[in-house]
């Protein structure tokens, strides 16, 4: 077996959950940014908004069940 093989895949498995930490602190930012200015836009959009990601949500939980 070849020593440099192994640590490359030891140092990419440290890696790889700081990855998923950044990309999920970028998800968080940018939502928290556009949760705010459709605040800021009023009641009527954020409403619509909510129904239509709430929506999107069961959907997609509903194909996950359906297909695994």
Avoid: C
């Avoid at 700081?18 to 928290?32: D, E, M, R, Y």
């Amino acid at each position: 077996m070849d020593s440099g093989y192994l640590a490359k895949d030891a140092l990419l498995g440290m890696l790889f959950p700081f990855w998923q930490l950044v990309i999920g602190a970028f998800v968080v930012v940018t939502l928290v940014l556009s949760v705010r200015q459709l605040a800021r836009r009023g009641r009527s959009r954020m409403m619509t908004a909510m129904l239509i990601s709430g929506g999107a949500v069961v959907g997609l939980t509903v194909l996950g069940v359906l297909l695994s």
